[in-house]
């Protein structure tokens, strides 16, 4: 049975896939807490500027907990 090539959600590295379990989403914990912290900044930011500007790497002062 061929394996599905998956990518990394977060950095886009391809990823080694495991026999069994769970399908791995992310290649570390740093690219996990990375896309974490992406998606409640684009909550707390839904316009399309201001997701524009989250995506060119604009960060608020301070940063929603």
Do not use: N
Not at 17 to 35: H, K, L, M, S
Not at 43 to 51: F, G, T
């Amino acid at each position: 049975m061929p394996y599905e090539v998956r990518t990394c959600e977060h950095c886009h590295t391809v990823l080694t896939p495991a026999d069994t379990g769970r399908r791995i989403r992310f290649c570390g914990p740093t690219c996990r807490q990375a896309a974490r912290r992406a998606a409640i900044l684009a909550q707390e930011y839904p316009a399309r500027w201001q997701k524009r500007a989250l995506a060119e790497g604009w960060r608020p002062p301070q940063r929603p907990r």
